[in-house]
Nanobody, 114 residues
Framework: QVQLVESGGGLVLPGGSLRLSCAAS????????MGWYRQAPGKQRELVATISSGGNTNYADSVKGRFTISRDNAKNSLYLEMNSLKPEDTAVYYC????????WGQGTQVTVSS
């Protein structure tokens, strides 16, 4: 079955960096559009970034220039490099696979606070 397992979240100071990873299994990762979404307390889940099978990327305006999405098809893995983190980036970050009806990981908490 499809599994998406995120890792790499944690507590970081404003201005700091984190790298999230998503290990995928159970489907042809290399042909899937993948994405990162986030949900802050009391808010709706929102798109952070997507990457197509061909490597085309798309970012939310709020993270452009600070976050970088990438993938390693040989490792069936998706990544999100997050730099210059702000308190408003605090959220649970979810990995998403754009196949069939769509699949979500369980999420990883990112907290940006001094």
């Amino acid at each position: 079955q499809v599994q998406l397992v995120e890792s790499g979240g944690g507590l970081v100071l404003p201005g700091g960096s984190l790298r999230l990873s998503c290990a995928a299994s159970g489907f042809r990762f290399s042909v899937a559009t993948m994405g990162w979404y986030r949900q802050a307390p009391g808010k709706q889940r929102e798109l952070v970034a997507t990457i197509s099978s061909g490597g085309n990327t798309n970012y939310a305006d709020s993270v452009k220039g600070r976050f970088t999405i990438s993938r390693d098809n040989a490792k069936n893995s998706l990544y999100l490099e997050m730099n210059s983190l702000k308190p408003e980036d605090t959220a649970v970050y979810y990995c998403y696979a754009g196949i069939l009806a769509g699949y979500w990981g369980q999420g990883t908490q990112v907290t940006v606070s001094s």
